[in-house]
């Protein structure tokens, strides 16, 4: 534990966040307003190449750290990014829609998800870009 850097904290507070997205996309997905919407594979691929990404990260931080792991740092909050504009692309009439014209307790509840799914891409994203200019490692 002692040998962890700031990296190793930040990385690990992206990888919930991303499982946290995830896990509220795949709910909101399901629900009766977005479920014509399916699921999207740009979504879902993304946020778990980057989970992926991030757990191989923390994993091999023990070991000495090869150069593509440098790219992995980065390429996780990229892949984040994406999947938070495919997802807000995919809502953001939904949520025009449930706001304006059809605000009901379901259609609320239904928004809910989607919102959380939202946030939990771009705090990830944003805490994966900060973890990426440290190092894993204490040197």
Do not use: H
């Amino acid at each position: 534990m002692k040998q962890n850097g700031i990296g190793f904290y930040t990385t690990g507070l992206s990888f919930v966040a991303g499982v946290v997205a995830l896990v509220f996309y795949m709910i909101n997905a399901k629900t009766d307003y977005f479920a014509n919407l399916g699921v999207s594979p740009v979504v879902v691929g993304c946020t778990v190449v980057a989970v992926v990404a991030q757990l191989v990260l923390l994993v091999l931080s023990k070991q000495e750290q090869p150069i593509w792991m440098d790219l992995a740092a980065v390429a996780a909050p990229v892949l984040l990014m994406v999947a938070f504009i495919n997802l807000t692309g995919s809502r953001v009439n939904g949520i025009a829609s449930i706001m304006t014209f059809e605000n009901n307790a379901q259609t609320m509840s239904d928004l809910t998800s989607a919102i959380v799914s939202m946030a939990a891409l771009l705090i990830a994203c944003l805490i994966g870009i900060v973890s990426s200019y440290f190092n894993i490692r204490k040197a």
